[in-house]
């Protein structure tokens, strides 16, 4: 394995860390002003004008839908290793994603509609989602059921004629608050009586479909996460044409599979851009800070954590290389050990160096004068999202018996899940 970035790479590298210093790290504190303002106005699902206004910037510098790889229709699109540096960088600033049209949901809806819709429901959604002139919401887990196991999930989807018939609650609906979102794809249960792993398929759902309610905005350690949002949807005979069905009925888990792995791995490679910003931050602040006498970057224990923090991230950063290596040559299903493992690292990872910079920074740090508060609550979010560390460990231990032991089960799966 070869992780040295090619000169194209090093190349993208420069634009985009110039375009972040020259626009996105001088424009934080703007863009939450600006949704404080818009929510002092009674709204704060009105998208920023800021980030508007950067994406023309950004498509014009060249650092547009870097994300999406072997696609006729984003022919910019790159490696899964030749991106990771990039989303990366993006990490550093949480809506620094969003700007180069590369931020989820819709990374991995557009990856969803790339692999598996018809021509027809690319040309309808993937391409003014590539445009960046709508966003989407990926519809999977429900609020009464354990949906760290899907096939728990209950939303129903049945045949009537030439339609589906959908009915069902979905909550953590990621961009569903979004004004501009425009498409959902979601999962449900086309045949109860199918074999476990058959019973689930994916459809196409119009935001504004006749029965499609947003219930409310779920907040996350207190943050609304305006006007992205996470939502609770309602969907009440819903009625969409079979057309709107993705790949086939009961090929759900399939799709699921296929989408999460990339979705996973652009989280781990933002993950670690957020840890080495805490691991900067925390660097500047004790170099600036005396205590009982001397310079905190004089104490003992600063040295200690410094140290496991560059080491931490180094790990974390080589494993999800190698994941985006193996998911580039060999495809996902053969990566899902290592696309589980960084899953699980980056996030704890990434927690554990915020947490001591926080504690670098004292007070300052729980506040919003810093960035930290709201990446720690990101990453431990994270630890559930696109499924628990729980599932992933076990799907890492079924996958080593499986090396070792020759009666251990041979049907291991990446887990398709996304939170409880």
Same mark, same amino acid.
């Given at each position: #394995?070869?992780?040295?970035?090619?000169?194209?790479?090093? @190349?993208?590298?420069g634009?985009l860390?110039?375009?972040? +210093?020259?626009?996105?790290?001088?424009?934080?504190?703007?863009?939450?002003?600006e949704?404080? $303002?818009?929510r002092?106005?009674?709204?704060?699902?009105?998208?920023? &004008?800021?980030?508007?206004?950067?994406?023309?910037?950004?498509?014009a510098?060249?650092?547009?839908?870097?994300f999406l790889?072997?696609?006729?229709r984003a022919?910019?699109?790159?490696?899964?290793l030749?991106?990771?540096?990039?989303?990366? !960088?993006?990490?550093?600033?949480?809506?620094?994603?969003?700007?180069f =049209? %590369? %931020?989820?949901? +819709?990374?991995?809806? #557009?990856?969803t509609?790339?692999?598996?819709a018809?021509e027809?429901l690319?040309d309808?959604?993937?391409?003014?989602?590539?445009? @960046?002139?709508?966003?989407?919401?990926?519809? #999977?887990t429900? *609020?009464?059921?354990a949906?760290?196991?899907?096939?728990?999930?209950?939303?129903?989807?049945?045949?009537d004629?030439?339609?589906?018939?959908?009915n @069902?609650?979905? /909550?953590?609906?990621?961009?569903?608050?979004?004004?501009?979102?425009?498409?959902?794809?979601v999962?449900?249960?086309?045949?109860?009586?199918?074999?476990?792993?058959?019973?689930?398929?994916m459809?196409v759902? *119009? &935001?504004?479909?006749?029965?499609?309610?947003?219930?409310?905005?779920?907040?996350?350690?207190?943050?609304?996460?305006?006007?992205?949002?996470?939502?609770?949807?309602?969907l009440?005979n819903?009625r969409?044409?079979?057309?709107?069905?993705l790949?086939?009925? @009961?090929?759900?888990?399939e !799709?699921?599979?296929?989408?999460?792995?990339?979705?996973?791995?652009h989280h781990?490679?933002?993950?670690?851009?957020?840890?080495?910003? &805490?691991?900067?931050?925390?660097?500047?602040?004790?170099?600036s800070?005396?205590?009982?006498?001397?310079?905190?970057?004089?104490?003992g224990? /600063?040295?200690e954590?410094i140290?496991? %923090?560059?080491?931490? !991230?180094?790990?974390?950063?080589l494993?999800?290389?190698?994941?985006?290596? #193996?998911?580039d040559?060999?495809?996902?299903?053969?990566?899902?050990?290592?696309i589980?493992?960084?899953?699980?690292?980056?996030? =704890?990872?990434?927690?554990q160096?915020?947490?001591?910079s926080?504690?670098?920074?004292?007070?300052?740090? !729980?506040?919003?004068?810093?960035?930290?508060?709201?990446?720690?609550?990101?990453?431990? /979010?994270?630890?559930?999202? +696109?499924?628990?560390?729980?599932?992933?460990?076990?799907?890492?231990?079924?996958?080593?018996?499986?090396?070792?032991?020759?009666? $251990?089960?041979?049907?291991?799966?990446?887990?398709?899940?996304?939170g409880?």
């Amino acid at each position: #394995m070869n992780f040295d970035y090619t000169d194209k790479v090093k @190349g993208l590298q420069g634009r985009l860390l110039a375009f972040m +210093d020259a626009h996105i790290y001088p424009n934080e504190n703007r863009f939450y002003e600006e949704i404080a $303002a818009n929510r002092a106005n009674g709204n704060a699902w009105i998208p920023t &004008a800021l980030v508007e206004g950067l994406k023309p910037k950004a498509r014009a510098a060249g650092l547009w839908n870097l994300f999406l790889p072997r696609s006729q229709r984003a022919p910019e699109g790159l490696s899964n290793l030749e991106y990771a540096p990039l989303c990366e !960088i993006m990490g550093r600033v949480p809506f620094a994603s969003e700007v180069f =049209n %590369s %931020s989820a949901p +819709d990374t991995g809806n #557009m990856e969803t509609f790339e692999r598996y819709a018809s021509e027809a429901l690319k040309d309808k959604w993937l391409e003014p989602l590539l445009r @960046g002139e709508i966003r989407s919401a990926f519809l #999977m887990t429900e *609020p009464a059921v354990a949906s760290s196991d899907a096939t728990n999930i209950q939303c129903s989807i049945v045949r009537d004629g030439n339609d589906y018939i959908i009915n @069902g609650t979905k /909550w953590w609906s990621s961009g569903a608050g979004d004004p501009r979102c425009a498409v959902y794809i979601v999962m449900g249960k086309t045949n109860p009586d199918a074999p476990r792993h058959a019973q689930q398929s994916m459809v196409v759902v *119009p &935001a504004n479909a006749p029965g499609v309610k947003v219930v409310r905005a779920l907040s996350v350690f207190g943050y609304d996460d305006a006007p992205h949002g996470h939502m609770e949807v309602t969907l009440t005979n819903v009625r969409i044409p079979v057309e709107n069905l993705l790949l086939g009925e @009961g090929r759900g888990f399939e !799709i699921a599979q296929g989408r999460l792995g990339p979705g996973r791995i652009h989280h781990c490679m933002r993950t670690i851009g957020s840890a080495e910003r &805490a691991l900067e931050l925390l660097c500047k602040r004790i170099s600036s800070r005396v205590a009982f006498g001397k310079p905190l970057s004089a104490q003992g224990v /600063w040295h200690e954590r410094i140290a496991d %923090s560059r080491i931490m !991230i180094e790990q974390a950063r080589l494993l999800t290389l190698k994941a985006a290596y #193996m998911m580039d040559t060999v495809g996902n299903k053969i990566a899902r050990a290592e696309i589980a493992m960084i899953k699980v690292i980056a996030p =704890n990872m990434a927690s554990q160096i915020i947490d001591w910079s926080i504690q670098a920074h004292g007070a300052a740090g !729980i506040c919003d004068d810093f960035p930290l508060a709201y990446a720690y609550s990101t990453q431990r /979010w994270l630890r559930l999202a +696109d499924g628990p560390d729980e599932v992933h460990r076990q799907s890492i231990a079924k996958l080593e018996l499986a090396r070792h032991i020759a009666t $251990a089960p041979q049907d291991i799966e990446m887990p398709v899940t996304r939170g409880s």
